[in-house]
Each structure stands twice: as C-alpha cells, then as structure tokens.
C-alpha cells in the first residue's frame, strides 16, 4: 500500500514538472505585433485560405499571433471585381469586431485584395483603422491589359480564357470552402490600367498624385500604407517561380516590378519600401517560405509592419 501510495506521488510530481517545463517551453508574448485593432488579411487572385495542405498566407497568422496580435483570415471571390469582393468583404469584418469587441480593423490586402479593402475603406471607412496593400493592383498591370486587348481582338480567345478560367476559380473555390461567384474576365478587366484609373476616381484615397510618389497617409480616418518586390525569379526551388518568371514579360522593357504588378503601381500611402527582392508570390511567403536567400524573411517585414501599426496606435 505504501509503495503504490509513493509510486503515485512520484508519478503525479514528475507529471506537474513535465506541464511546467512545457509551459516554460513556449516562450511569452513580447507584445512587439500587438496592435490596438485586429489585423485582417485579404488573398489576391486565385486566392484561399488553405488549398489542399497549402497555406497562402504561410506562418504569417502564427508569426503575428505569437507576439500579440489578433490576425483573421478572409475569403472571397478568388475572381471578381474589387466592389464585388468588397462587398463580401463587409460582413466578415462586421463579425470580426462583434468576436473581438474592437471598433475598427487594419487590413492588409495582397494584390488584388489592394484595391478589394481600398474600396472597403471608401464606403466603409468607420470599420477600417489603416489599409495596407502588398503589391496591390493600384493602377493596373501589364498582364492585365495584354490579356483584356487579345480578348478584345479574338472572341475565342475570350471564351477560351473565361473557360478555362472560371473552372479554375470554381475549384479552388470548392476545395477552400468559399462559396462565392467566380468571374474570371470581370476579374482581369478590373486591373487593367483603364480600369483601375475608373476605380481610383471612386476610390483614390492614398494613390499618388505622381506617377511614382507616396499618397497621402491618412484618408477619413483611415491610415495607408503599401510594400512590394522587384524580382520575379528568386529562388529555382520555387516552382511558382516559372508564373512570375513568364508574366515579367509582359512588362515594357525598363519597368521594375515583381512579375505581375509594377513597382509604381503598387504605390499608396506610405511606400514602406518598393523593392524586395521578391516576386509577387514570395511577398506573402506563399509557397512554403521559399524566397531569396539573401533578402529579408517576409515574415519578418510582416512583424515589422504590425510593430509600425502598434507604434502608430493603430
């Protein structure tokens, strides 16, 4: 009896150590991305949240939740219009300020999700604290354009890129668990430059006056921010680099930019820096972290901006 009473002690003793030394493990929260108002991430074109295992956001929620920050991920039309995305984009945003109590969000939105939460800053600017955009589409893109003049030229072509296009979106759509309506042509015709220069009439807070300066830095209420990269091959074990590496083409001769957005127009707001050495998939850390060796983790520029926002009480 007494010996099972002392082996149960010594087993219940070795277990508490075992928790504490766990706990102990896990280092605390410094507090560094701990920012006043959640941070709320919006994908880009053929966007997810998770496609099959693949995160397209890679360890950016864990990087910022570690050291403070509240972080949530949306989901809408990987292909529409930035107002139809927005819209979408509404909802989520009212829930998450009814889940955290805060009065306002601090977007960040990659690529075509630049002018997704800039148009949410437009009509709702009492639900927003700061927009920040990651190689957004802001005044349109080479890609876009070449694409839109072929379909313009040939409708077969058209019809081939609706095709081919919406089957696509609707996949990864299903397989995510999005449940929104895909148009893949409204999509591309959207970030063209004629376009995109429509949309900034309606929705032109932060966009330079210049065709490569800064914005203004605070609209309403509503702070802006934007970062992008100017290589479109940086790593040869990254086989998303074959897509910037093809769409670079796209572009005039002369024109930095990541390989699907230039580095001009990615301008709003601040320009916390325009030349990366990455390409459009590497800024969010897309496929699996694989970025250029010798540049700044983005995970850290991610840190470094939730830090900024803090600072700015945001």
């Known amino acids: 009896m007494y010996t099972r009473a002392m082996a149960a002690i010594a087993a219940a003793f070795l277990m508490l150590v075992s928790v504490q030394a766990l706990a102990m493990s896990k280092p605390p929260s410094t507090g560094y991305t701990e920012t006043r108002y959640p941070i709320v991430l919006t994908h880009g074109l053929y966007g997810f949240d998770n496609l099959l295992g693949v995160d397209y956001w890679y360890k950016v929620p864990e990087t910022l939740q570690q050291d403070g920050a509240d972080v949530f991920i949306t989901t809408v039309s990987n292909s529409n219009t930035p107002e139809i995305r927005g819209e979408q984009l509404i909802p989520q945003i009212e829930q998450i300020l009814a889940l955290t109590g805060a009065e306002k969000v601090n977007l960040i939105g990659h690529s075509h999700g630049g002018p997704t939460t800039r148009y949410v800053a437009s009509v709702r600017p009492d639900l927003v604290a700061s927009v920040t955009t990651i190689a957004g589409v802001n005044r349109g893109t080479p890609v876009a354009d070449k694409i839109s003049e ?17 089957v696509l979106a609707e996949i990864i759509d299903g397989v995510s668990g999005g449940g929104h309506p895909q148009d893949i042509i409204a999509s591309m015709r959207s970030m063209t430059s004629e376009q995109t220069a429509a949309f900034n009439q309606q929705h032109g807070a932060g966009i330079p006056q210049t065709a490569c300066g800064e914005g203004a830095y605070e609209v309403n209420g509503v702070r802006y921010y934007s970062w992008s990269g100017t290589q479109p091959v940086t790593n040869v074990l990254d086989p998303l680099d074959l897509l910037t590496g093809t769409t670079q083409h796209f572009f005039p001769a002369g024109v930095a930019n990541d390989g699907l957005v230039g580095r001009c127009s990615s301008h709003l707001g601040m320009v916390i820096r325009d030349d990366f050495r990455m390409n459009h998939l590497d800024e969010v850390n897309l496929f699996l972290g694989i970025h250029h060796l010798t540049e700044t983790d983005p995970l850290t520029v991610f840190r470094t901006h939730a830090n900024r926002l803090k600072m700015a009480g945001l």
Request: aromatic fraction near 6%; charge should be negative.
């Open 150 to 166: 072929m379909s313009d030229d040939s409708p077969a072509f058209e019809g081939l890129v609706a095709t081919l296009g919406n």
